[in-house]
């Protein structure tokens, strides 16, 4: 999950499981989510959106799963790999701010052990 | 090779000095972003321009001034106002609530 500060949470998995990241909310009004993932020295790739009227959507090895009822979202990778050692942080948007601002949150680093 | 290109990809600034981060994006998208990234942090935003010749602070504007002359382009200055620059700053540029990003840029203070 997310928090405040320095230190960020980390999640460890072995290569070949399943990971499942998470992400509180802070604006039950938010209608749109993005899940980013950022290597160490790049700048944040977009991974997977969804909008508010969805529950679930899958891409390519990932599915993002929202539960407005809990202002909670989370991420799930299939077959982990090495390569999706990186930090992972979701991004809300509230429909009612201008220009479309997209507020962020601190972010979990993903290790995944070979 | 269409994106989003940050130059340089570290830029060192003494102290007194402006410096200048350039992001350019052939995206043909009308909104461009700066942000600002510390370790273990989120992005907070700097500035914003939604369309050409226009732009609003964010939420950390203070030490920092953009121009948006063109679609393409979206630089930022870190003035000598800004006392504790060192960081990694991100452009992005959005078609409708979507962000899209650059590589970034890190600035270190001699």
């Known amino acids: 999950g997310e928090s405040v500060g320095l230190h960020l949470p980390t999640l460890s998995v072995q290569e070949g499981d399943n990971s499942i990241i998470n992400c509180a909310y802070s604006n039950s009004a938010s209608d749109y989510f993005i899940w980013y993932k950022q290597e160490s020295g790049k700048g944040p790739q977009f991974i997977i959106d969804i909008r508010s009227n969805m529950d679930k959507r899958q891409g390519q090895r990932v599915t993002v799963l929202l539960n407005k009822t809990v202002k909670h979202l989370s991420l799930q990778i299939a077959a982990t790999q090495p390569g999706d050692s990186a930090v992972y942080f979701c991004a809300e948007n509230f429909s009612y701010n201008q220009g479309g601002k997209l507020i962020f949150g601190q972010g979990t680093e993903l290790s995944v052990k070979p | 090779d269409g994106g989003i290109t940050q130059s340089p990809k570290y830029l060192f600034r003494k102290e007194g000095q402006n410096v200048t981060l350039s992001c350019e994006q052939n995206l043909n998208h009308d909104a461009m972003y700066w942000y600002r990234q510390d370790p273990g942090q989120g992005l907070r935003l700097i500035y914003y321009s939604q369309i050409v010749n226009d732009f609003q602070k964010g939420d950390i504007a203070e030490g920092y001034s953009v121009s948006r002359e063109k679609k393409e382009s979206f630089p930022l200055t870190v003035t000598s106002a800004q006392k504790n620059p060192t960081a990694f700053y991100l452009c992005?540029?959005?078609?409708?609530?979507?962000?899209?990003f650059g590589p970034g840029t890190r600035l270190l203070v001699l």
């Open positions: 992005a540029s959005g078609f409708e609530e979507t962000q899209y």
